[in-house]
């Protein structure tokens, strides 16, 4: 019995506490006074009912333009979408900020964290890439303006990690235009096998230290191999000397590859065929 009364307890005790909180949140609002809702703000996103403090944030800050917490309280906003996960919001305000106080004293972090917001909002590789490459411009800005910054390992870090995606999306491409060989060939010269060969060349200038540049390789010379099989007899053996090229770029830089079984095999056979 003294059980479910202590439950009763507790359970009033909480509501009581809740509807305390809501009244004192809708006084809040409906005050005329900027400051009051302005600290009311900042102590809510303290104890991070974000929500609240969003809604405050935004209707004083029109009001606090050019007064002396005009800095703070956008800041304080962009701060609390990206607390919200909001990262598109949060980098549009922390935008805001620095270019409204380029010498603010949260211009850095501000620009730090407009970047790493659309970092973190990164789409799935097989979507549209723009916010990639709207993060990584902003990544290669903050660089730029603060090289000796102690955020600069990790703004590398995901730099790299970004050209990755992107170098992986190309890889996708790449694979996409070989597993489609013959088929509609005679489009043009050279037809997916050819389109195979110029996306993963692209890939490889643009990312050159990529982690999948073996497989760029790998499908340079499957492909070259794929159009030379099916060139005219003029032009067969131009085309399998340029196979064996691309057979040496692959073993010099991996010897011990994982696709060096099958390109030695292939290199053996076109080595015949030059003989011959």
Do not use: W
């Not at 290669?140 to 910054?149: A, G, H, M, R, V």
């Not at 230290?209 to 760029?216: D, L, P």
Request: charge should be neutral; aromatic fraction near 18%.
């Amino acid at each position: 019995m003294s059980m479910k009364l202590n439950i009763k307890l507790i359970g009033f005790s909480f509501l009581l506490v809740l509807s305390t909180s809501c009244s004192e949140y809708n006084k809040i609002l409906k005050s005329s006074d900027t400051m009051v809702k302005y600290e009311a703000a900042k102590k809510y996103f303290e104890t991070k009912k974000y929500s609240r403090a969003v809604t405050l944030f935004e209707e004083v800050i029109p009001l606090l333009r050019g007064s002396s917490h005009a800095e703070e309280s956008l800041y304080l906003l962009a701060q609390t979408h990206y607390a919200l996960k909001d990262y598109t919001s949060a980098s549009e305000y922390f935008k805001r900020y620095y270019t409204s106080f380029p010498r603010g004293e949260y211009a850095e972090m501000s620009r730090f964290y407009a970047a790493y917001g659309l970092y973190l909002e990164s789409p799935d590789v097989r979507l549209d890439q723009s916010d990639t490459y709207k993060a990584m411009q902003l990544f290669q800005d903050f660089i730029e303006y603060y090289p000796q910054s102690e955020k600069k390992e990790i703004v590398q870090d995901a730099l790299f990690n970004l050209q990755e995606k992107l170098s992986l999306k190309e890889l996708m491409s790449t694979r996409l235009y070989y597993n489609l060989g013959d088929y509609l060939l005679y489009s043009f010269p050279g037809g997916n096998y050819l389109s195979c060969v110029i996306t993963a060349q692209n890939a490889m200038r643009s990312y050159p230290y990529s982690k999948y540049r073996e497989e760029f390789m790998y499908y340079i010379f499957k492909s070259k191999y794929e159009m030379a099989k099916q060139s005219v007899e003029e032009k067969k053996d131009f085309r399998y000397r340029d196979v064996v090229d691309e057979y040496y770029s692959y073993i010099n830089d991996y010897p011990e590859g994982k696709y060096v079984k099958e390109i030695k095999k292939l290199y053996e056979e076109i080595a015949k065929q030059l003989n011959n």
